[in-house]
């Protein structure tokens, strides 16, 4: 059986590509998936998900316990509001890197704390989608023992 990597994805990050290409860039999540396998190692699989409720992206993280080798997340909004995503993120024991296609830091204050980063082992901002393939890059590598 494959190490399996969840990328799960927050509020409006269905919209990815189809509005705000000035701050989110062009490509839409199904090229985020296709960019984030062609880099993975043999033996290692993703499961790119996305949510605009808060409960089904606990549900998964819950789910991620017994099916994932690590989790790469884009909360969205709720980066900076959910204190239940991040208490999820805490029972998880695998690698976890929260990634953000923009700089939330230099954008409005609200966007400068984030829940999740309390619980995240690496954080990754501003580098549009090329942050998923970094962060997913850095899980298959720990997973693979690379
Ligand atoms: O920069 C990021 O990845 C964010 O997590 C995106 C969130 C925002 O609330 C965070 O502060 C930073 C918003 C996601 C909205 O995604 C859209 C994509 C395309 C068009 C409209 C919204």
Redesign the pocket.
Known sequence: MPATIFVLN????N???????E??GAETLEDVERRCRAGLPEGVDLRLLQSNHEGQLIDWIHEARDAAAGIVI????F??TSIAILDALNAYDGPVIE??????HK?ESF?HHSYVSLRADGVI??LGIEGYEAAVRRIAGLVAGT
């Open positions: 927050g509020p409006n990050l919209l990815l590509g189809k509005r705000q290409p701050i989110y884009n909360p969205g909004a980066t900076h990634v953000h296609i923009s700089n939330v954008r966007r901002a501003g």
